[in-house]
């Protein structure tokens, strides 16, 4: 249901953009009952909406989550307490497409709903206010009509306790311009989000296109990832390195851990049965080249991105614990977690799954395998969330 030109949304964008719209109302009731001029109260809705635009931009789901909690926590609102925030997908569609992005109080369920029903009863008002672009205030239903510069509309239903007065509808004319600000720098930021992880995954495709088994391993290696530093964080392993920021990103960058055998030979990538010590020495040039590769392109990216994780990563998942391994030799925390994760994932990979010089492994044989490498190749507390979360895929392993 989207095109070129249509906002579309994750469940986690939703979650941002829930935040944006309830952040956004709650500020607006304390605002009318604290200030007694007009203009004096504009500027501080103002202001509170221009620093909800900002923050809203970098925060994680997670954060949003915190945030909206915090806000049911305070007493009941006198607006907004039962709202639904949606945005006209399809344009030009007949009749409009309405895509539900937030929702409060009675309209809650429909926040579960990637888009309204025509027979919803909110579909109507907020029809009538796209066809007229502009808001609708009928008490005890508003709508307000919210165009953005980037040509998105928002519909904003809501239902008041008491008629409008002229300084309330002044000050949501202010929250309108506000709240169309934020949402297309939210759009931005996740189409450029979703440009970069377009571009990791094209990297992936362009280092393992002509090995079908490998382009499957990478997936199998991405979600295996995802899910052992989640478990960890859920334990509390290293928490000043397993931020929102870094489980957010880690697992497709995980995807980017041979990207360097590019640069192998076919002959040596693909040769039946073990190598010989030369073509050993050629296939461990991948680490240290793909980390060369994606270090280099992650200079252009600001903080932490999937190219600096997954620099991290393609040099570091060939480590061991204990020194002994490639191509550095570096031990314990020397190694990235990023690393130490995707190290215990990629042997494990490799040994429950045929390859051109082996057969698969049964799994009881495979974790013992791992657990037996604990303090020599591989993190312990990796390995424990690891076969936490093996037993939870594996439940009769």
Known sequence: MSSPTTPTTTRQDQLTVQKLYTTGIASFAPTRACVNHRNAAARALSKILERLGESSINCTARESLGRVGQIGARPPLDVGTQGILC?????????????????????AELAKRDCL?????VYLPMLQAINAQHSLYEHPNEVLYIPTQANHELVLYFTPPWPLAEVDKDLLEVFCSRIAAAFDNLHYHMQMARAQEATVVALADLAEYHDSDTGEHVLRVQRWTTRIARRMAERGDYPEELTPRFLELVGTASILHDVGKVATPDNVLFKPGQHDPAQQQ?????????????????????????????????????????????????????IPLSARIVAVVDVFDALVNRRPYKEPWPLPTALAYIRERIGKQFDQKVVEAFLEVVAEEYPDA
């Open 87 to 107: 945005v006209r997908a399809l344009p030009g569609a007949t009749p409009p497409v309405l895509q539900v992005l937030g929702a409060t109080g009675t309209f």
């Open 117 to 121: 029903d025509q027979s919803d009863p």
């Open 282 to 334: 050629v296939m461990r040039q991948h680490a240290a080249i793909g980390a060369a590769i994606l270090q280099r392109a992650a200079q252009m990216v600001e903080g932490q991105s999937y190219l600096s994780i997954g620099a991290e990563i393609a040099g570091g998942h060939h480590e061991h614990v204990d020194g002994n391994g490639y191509p550095q030799g570096r031990r314990g925390k020397q």
